[in-house]
Nanobody
Framework: QVQLVESGGGLVQAGGSLRLSCAASGRTFSGYAMGWFRQAPGKEREFVAA????????YYADSVKGRFTISRDNAKNTVYLQMNSLKPEDTAVYYCAALLSGVPFSEYEYDYWGQGTQVTVSS
């Protein structure tokens, strides 16, 4: 089992920045790829970013490419999502998830999920 706890969400004005953190406990964190997903009201959950177990490969949704950066610190069992130039359409609940193997873009491949943290971007 891997337990994931997100933090760092909040209310920010458009153009601002937030950094989300996801702290993992349980089984070996470094063995998992990690992803961030988000779900806006009335919409399906969508892929935001992912990072492989070693941190050498990252993947982004087109909608956040160039604005968001995913990173991880395996010594701290933590994955981060730095979000810059935020837009109102980034408003959503953000979830981190752990993936042992599979395609990082699909939520159905992930093995463990956090409870989510709310990000609200005002215009």
């Amino acid at each position: 089992q891997v337990q994931l706890v997100e933090s760092g969400g909040g209310l920010v004005q458009a153009g601002g920045s937030l950094r989300l953190s996801c702290a993992a406990s349980g089984r070996t964190f470094s063995g998992y790829a990690m992803g961030w997903f988000r779900q806006a009201p009335g919409k399906e959950r969508e892929f935001v970013a992912a990072i492989n177990w070693g941190g050498g490969y990252t993947y982004y949704a087109d909608s956040v490419k160039g604005r968001f950066t995913i990173s991880r610190d395996n010594a701290k069992n933590t994955v981060y999502l730095q979000m810059n130039s935020l837009k109102p359409e980034d408003t959503a609940v953000y979830y981190c998830a752990a993936l042992l193997s599979g395609v990082p873009f699909s939520e159905y491949e992930y093995d463990y999920w956090g409870q989510g943290t709310q990000v609200t971007v005002s215009s």
